[in-house]
């Protein structure tokens, strides 16, 4: 069965550095996402991405968040200066359509800043 | 804005059914959705309704669709302890919004 494939699966960096989280989605999805979850709590949408270009942002994705699709493979979410709020598990997500009946995530990645 | 509401908590017997509730605001919902988070583990798609019906069953799972109520249910009949995780159900119209889960403790 086709995986939405992310890495690292945990990454410590320090307060103030850059970080970028890899994503591979499915290979035929047009529509890539990123979500993140705040241990214990709920899952929150960051923003999506389709045909090159951000097509809705959370509040939550400020100016320090990007995203990038640099290969017709992978797809980027860097964070610039790193906070301690930031710390959280970060999950990429794809889906065929827009309104789709089932998104695909990967496992996550878990960024704990220090 | 959207919001969706789920119980936090629910404790069943082994071989008992369990019944995870979820409410939802937005009426433009295409879909809705269950999934299931084991810990340290990613999202797991269990099943899914499409918005105009107002039952699913798959196998273990029954999914109802109270659309007037904006009410969502996941049965899970014959709860095994491998079923124990959160349930966060979700629903979507261009991004899925989440609940915060409910943590299902299936005991011996």
């Not at chain 1, 899952?43 to 959370?58: D, H, T």
């Amino acid at each position: 069965e086709p995986e939405v494939t992310q890495t690292p699966s945990h990454q410590v960096t320090q307060m103030g550095q850059e970080v970028i989280l890899r994503c591979v989605p499915i290979s035929n999805h047009l529509y890539f996402y990123w979500y993140r979850q705040i241990l214990g709590q709920k899952v929150e949408f960051l923003v999506s991405f389709y045909n090159n270009e951000i097509s809705e942002k959370s509040e939550i994705f400020d100016d320090q968040f990007s995203v990038e699709r640099p290969d017709g493979s992978n797809f980027t979410l860097k964070i610039r200066s790193t906070k301690l709020e930031d710390s959280a598990m970060y999950f990429c997500a794809s889906s065929e359509a827009v309104t789709d009946y089932g998104y695909t995530f990967g496992s996550g990645t878990r960024l704990t800043v220090v | 804005g959207e919001d969706v509401e789920q119980s936090l908590f629910l404790s069943v017997r082994e071989g008992d059914s369990s019944v995870i509730n979820c409410t939802y605001t937005d009426s433009s919902s295409t879909y809705l959705y269950w999934y299931k988070q084991e810990p340290g583990a990613g999202l797991q798609l269990l099943t899914y309704i499409f918005s105009n019906m107002d039952m699913k069953q798959d196998q273990r799972l029954t999914v109802l669709l109270n659309k007037k109520d904006k009410h969502l249910s996941l049965r899970i009949a014959d709860t095994q302890t491998g079923d124990s995780a959160i349930y966060f159900c979700a629903d979507s119209s261009y991004k899925l919004i989440f609940g915060s889960g409910t943590r299902l403790l299936v005991r011996p």
